[in-house]
């Protein structure tokens, strides 16, 4: 047995029922992916929609796609297609275009919002206030091609586990209370609390997390960052 498979096995032998897995497989070839989803790991997340795009066209159609980086407006359109969860949206604006371009492909796009949990400024994110913005706003409550299925979250790169619980509890906290408050909407169906990465997962899981983005520790390390 090779490593990714048998890395996959591993990670999915200890995980529990209630947690998705999304296999996070940018920068990675498509034998890599096809490896894992020989082993059957069917959701695959990237963070570049040319890559994701170019990998959706070579690799096996009952592969689902989740955009996990930042999105830039100008190129919704080329993920609207295809893609099944996009997990970083931090703006009005950009729902807007999801919605738009999800209706030009007749579907209706499930979107998680990114709340800021870490110290870290280059972590991209929405403030509890500024999501609660987004769910009032009158605007968002009419755009029907798209559903928020939950909430997102990075926590700060650090050792410090108690500081990485904190973070993650706090998502979790803000989740509860958004879904109580907001679940009522008819674009809105809270039940996808993703958070957790390689370094951090389990206490991800510990938090309440039921979906984790897991990279290098299916695939290797990455050996380059695509910017
Ligand atoms: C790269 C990435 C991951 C996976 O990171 P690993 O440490 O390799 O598990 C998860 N989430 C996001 C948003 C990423 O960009």
Known sequence: MSTITENLNHLKA????????????????????LEAYE????????????????KYEALPKDIEWHMIGHVQRNKVKYMAPFVSLIHGVES?????????????????ISCLLQL????EETKFGLSEAEI????????????????????????????????IEKEFSYLKAIFDK???????????DFN????????????AIACGSNMIRVGSTIFGERNYELK
Not at 14 to 33: G, H, M, R, W, Y
Not at 94 to 107: G, S, W
Not at 133 to 151: D, M, P, R, W
């Open 39 to 54: 082993a059957g790991q069917r959701i695959f997340g990237e963070n570049k929609i040319q890559e994701m795009s170019d």
């Open 178 to 188: 958004v879904k109580k408050q907001y679940n009522h909407l008819p674009n809105t």
């Open 92 to 108: 009005l604006k950009l729902l807007i275009e999801i919605n738009k371009q999800a209706k030009k492909n007749n579907r209706v």
């Open 132 to 163: 609660l913005e987004i769910l009032n706003n009158e605007e968002f409550k009419s755009l029907n091609h798209i559903k928020i299925v939950g909430l997102m979250g990075m926590a700060t790169f650090t050792e410090d586990k108690i500081h």
């Open 14 to 33: 200890n995980l529990p029922n209630n947690v998705c897995l999304v296999a996070v497989s940018k920068t990675k070839p498509n034998e890599a992916i």
């Open 116 to 119: 800021f949990i870490a110290d």
């Open 192 to 203: 996808i609390i993703s958070m957790g990465m390689s370094n951090d997962y389990k206490i």
